[in-house]
């Protein structure tokens, strides 16, 4: 896996990213041409209280059922409140092929870039594709990615900007949207659009809902707790590069400017997750997500050694999901760490068999993409070969897992993920 980067980098990265989505509001150019936009500097307050309004708006959906909570629920670190590889959307119940992820803890994460350079030790080196919003990276900033669920026929399922314009004309708070953006906000061509985007960017930002840092591990880097002898055998074999050697992508450690771990990198990494057959587009055997390369991005697709990358994603408030990776093939925890422990030494868990009764491999990446896949510990080995954790180190590292979940999360573990 991805040696451990600096944090610096990337916040220093999305410092610069996130700037104009609330400090440089005043100064920012009006759509299509339109000037001054905004009459005065906005207010963060008045935004948050805005984005949060639309966020739980199902009156923004083409159907009128799902708002951008219906998949991203609050009570579930706002990711999925169940085990539902994809969630259902669209005019009518349509469903994507890609998990939803959760929305905290992404206050940091980068713009994406083929070409990303650590300025931890030596950065000459080329990290290869990092960062971006989604799955495989396509959002620069949440504005970016708020627009798409907003028109994608498989989530809210709007056919075009002007529809969603229409619904925020008739909304509740099309006042809140005139006072923020200007009494003409509905006149100036996308400018409605353009202002409901900044709103929910900013509301993404709000440390109280996106990231308290409230998990039993904070504490644990505040000196305030400790960890019990299994959480902390856990958190030693996370770290240990020849063990789970999860801390090389899932960065676990304080920096030197004493900045928390968001236990991501944000590198994009092709680790070979099982063919998921309940999801609808799979129906078609000639179907691939293959991430960075396609299809919900096309920019990349003459880049066939990124095919079947997808972005790391943080681990914090993982025992929350009833799914994972990205195509929620898995559903419980423990089967997750499994599955890095044993894709190689027992495939036929993972893959099936083929009808010679021989174990299939990486049924959901095309062979000739094969050798992008990673092959770092705890991946390795040959089928019938000890794998390199056993169950009751799996067990202790689920347990340090579950001391990354925010105290408003406690609840939900024991129902998700229970032991």
């Known amino acids: 896996m991805r040696r451990l980067r600096s944090l610096l980098a990337v916040a220093g990265a999305a410092v610069l990213c996130a700037l104009p989505a609330w400090s440089l509001l005043a100064q ?13 500097r906005l207010d963060v307050t008045a935004l948050t209280a805005l984005g949060r309004s639309l966020f739980f708006d199902p009156g923004l959906s083409a159907s009128g059922r799902v708002a951008c909570a219906s998949c991203h629920d609050p009570a579930f670190a706002y990711g999925p409140s169940n085990a539902l590889a994809v969630q259902p959307g669209g005019a009518e119940g349509a469903s994507g092929f890609r998990a939803a992820p959760s929305l905290r803890y992404l206050q940091s994460v980068p713009p994406f870039s083929e070409h990303f350079f650590d300025n931890d030790g030596d950065d000459s080196v080329d990290l290869g594709p990092t960062g971006g919003r989604t799955w495989d990276g396509r959002a ?9 669920p ?19 004309r008739r909304a509740p708070y099309a006042a809140q949207l005139r006072d923020a953006f200007g009494a003409d906000v509905f006149e100036r061509g996308d400018a409605a659009l353009d202002g409901a985007l ?23 880097l505040r000196g305030q707790a400790t960890l019990t002898a299994q959480q902390a055998r856990g958190l030693a074999l996370f770290n240990d590069p020849a063990k789970g050697n999860c801390a090389s992508c899932h960065l676990s450690a304080l920096k030197a400017d004493g900045a928390f771990p968001l236990f991501t990198d944000f590198g994009h990494i092709a680790i070979g997750v099982p063919r998921n057959r309940e999801i609808p587009a ?61 894709r190689d030494t027992d495939p036929a868990r993972w893959y099936g068999r083929d009808p010679r009764g021989a174990a ?10 094969h050798a992008n896949l990673n092959n770092d510990p705890p991946f390795g080995g040959t089928p019938g070969d000890a794998p390199a954790l056993s169950d009751a180190e799996i067990d202790a590292i689920v347990a340090f897992l579950k001391t990354l979940t925010d105290a408003d999360q406690l609840d939900v573990v024991g129902t998700a993920n229970p032991h």
Not at 141 to 148: G, I, V
């Open 28 to 40: 920012a150019p009006g759509p299509r041409g339109a000037a001054a936009p905004y009459a005065q």
């Open 140 to 148: 620069s900033s949440a504005h970016e990615q708020a627009r798409l």
């Open 282 to 342: 799979n129906a078609d055997p000639e179907f691939f997500d293959l991430g960075l390369c396609g299809p919900s991005r096309s920019d990349l697709a003459a880049h066939p050694d990124y095919c079947g990358r997808f972005r790391t994603p943080s681990l914090r408030n993982v025992a929350v999901r009833q799914s994972f990776f990205h195509n929620g093939a898995v559903h419980t925890l423990a089967d997750a760490v499994r599955f890095y422990a044993q």
């Open 198 to 220: 900044m709103a929910l960017e900013v509301f993404q930002q709000s440390p109280a809902d996106f990231y308290p840092y409230s998990s039993r591990y904070d504490a644990v």
């Open 360 to 369: 299939r491999r990486f049924d959901d990446l095309p062979p000739r993409y």
């Open 150 to 168: 907003l028109l994608s026929p498989a989530e809210m399922g709007n056919p075009d900007a002007a529809a969603v314009i229409a619904k925020l």
